[in-house]
């Protein structure tokens, strides 16, 4: 689920200075798991972009199923 984190998005705000550039993912923070998720559930990915100094990305994302937040974590890339 952790993976499904969609980052790519807000990372694209930043294209000039990220231009020839990808992001690498570096680690997983304060990751929490509300509920167990089933296959057929629907879930609905929400991201934003913390901190972006000196090629590093700080995010922070949730994850809901409807309503309901199942998971969340910080996540952290680096531009290489």
């Not at 807000?10 to 990751?31: N, Q, T």
């Not at 990915?45 to 994850?63: A, Q």
């Amino acid at each position: 689920v952790v993976a499904g984190f969609d980052w790519y998005n807000e990372v694209l705000k930043y294209e000039k200075e990220i231009e020839g550039k990808r992001p690498a993912f570096m680690g997983v923070d304060a990751c929490r798991f509300r509920r167990p998720v089933k296959p057929g559930d629907v879930l609905t990915l929400k991201v934003v972009l913390e901190k972006f100094r000196r090629g590093i990305m700080v995010f922070s994302g949730e994850i809901y199923c409807g309503e309901e937040a199942v998971c969340n974590a910080t996540l952290t890339a680096a531009m290489v």
